[in-house]
């Protein structure tokens, strides 16, 4: 009777636990449903409607006309001069700043990780380009650029080198933009790779030191491979943010001069808000979207090798 009546209280309590099991996992699917409905509306939906588009004749002022039309956007596409030539001022851009801002975020860490008094006023210092809007640090550049009366022109002068055509040449206004985005952005990696050097346990630095190891060998063997895994995260946000080039050229360029510094995403938006053509800016889109996957997934690969 003793066992009868043990074996039913453990059933029940059995039961109990996976009702209080069933209960949590309810909760916890409520209190994300806020989240998920965001994920879906801002990102799924937007991106299954741009595959959907991609494959229709869609013009925004006349929605009611639109019609499927198969491949013919992705083979204008693959015809088009103009997007060769995004794709390539993209490639470009990502393979100069990507270790250029990896490099120059990595050397500030470097100089603000010492245990000095001034080593806050830095990191306010470097970091406050970051948090100030890119629209207001464009167009501050687009003035320091300036050829007829830009502080960088002037300094120039100074030195005796002449004036510079910067944003108004094909062969200078991806660099100076690849300057300036550098100079904005890379505080923000710098915050990230101070995080991984305060994690480098200084018991390395000292056995180090007691094998004769001068400062560059330390960083080499010390700093570097402790901080693997922060550059390889830094090195794939910073590929995917470089990608995304458009507030920089719309604002200081226009995408000029002749396309010098038109983007994938430039082109994107040109085709959809100013052409109304939403079938051909979705297959740039598809296709933005595909390359950057592509190049993710390399460099995913490469990092763990």
């Known amino acids: 009777m003793e066992w009868l009546l043990n074996k039913i209280q ?27 409905l965001l994920l879906f509306t801002f990102l799924i939906l937007p991106v299954g409607l741009a595959f959907v588009y991609s494959f229709m004749e869609y013009n925004m002022l006349n929605p009611a006309a639109k019609e499927f039309s198969g491949l013919n956007n992705y083979t204008r596409l693959l015809q088009d001069a103009a997007f060769y030539t995004a794709l390539k001022n993209t490639m470009y851009f990502t393979a100069v700043v990507v270790p250029l801002q990896c490099a120059v975020a990595l050397g500030l860490a470097l100089l603000i990780n ?26 501050l550049w687009t003035f320091l650029y300036n050829v007829d009366s830009g502080l960088i022109n002037s300094g120039l002068n100074f030195f005796g080198i002449p ?21 904005q ?20 630095y000292e056995a180090a030191e007691i094998d004769g190891a001068n400062a560059w060998q330390k960083f080499l063997n010390v700093t570097l491979p402790s901080l693997k895994n922060v550059t390889g995260f830094v090195l ?45 800016s979705s297959a740039i889109a598809v296709v933005f979207f595909l390359v950057v996957v592509t190049v993710s997934l390399i460099l ?5 090798q």
């Open 114 to 139: 010492k245990k000095v008094k001034t080593a806050v006023i830095g990191r306010v210092f470097f970091f406050s380009p970051v948090v100030t809007s890119m629209v207001v640090v464009a167009i």
């Open 236 to 280: 794939m946000i910073t590929t995917i943010q470089a990608f995304r080039l458009f507030i920089q050229p719309y604002v200081m360029t226009n995408g000029g001069p002749s396309d010098s510094t038109k983007t994938l995403v430039f082109m994107l938006y040109e085709n959809g808000f100013q052409f109304r053509d939403v079938g051909y």
């Open 185 to 204: 952005g890379a505080g923000f990696q710098m915050m990230i790779f101070l995080a991984g050097l305060k994690e480098v346990p200084e018991t390395l």
């Open 163 to 183: 004036d510079q055509p910067f944003l108004l040449s094909e062969n200078q206004a991806m660099n100076s933009i690849i300057f300036m985005s550098v100079w």
């Open 300 to 304: 995913k690969k490469v990092l763990k």
């Open 10 to 36: 453990g059933e029940q309590s059995v039961r109990v636990s996976l009702t209080y099991s069933q209960q949590k996992k309810w909760l916890g699917f409520l209190f994300s449903l806020p989240a998920l």
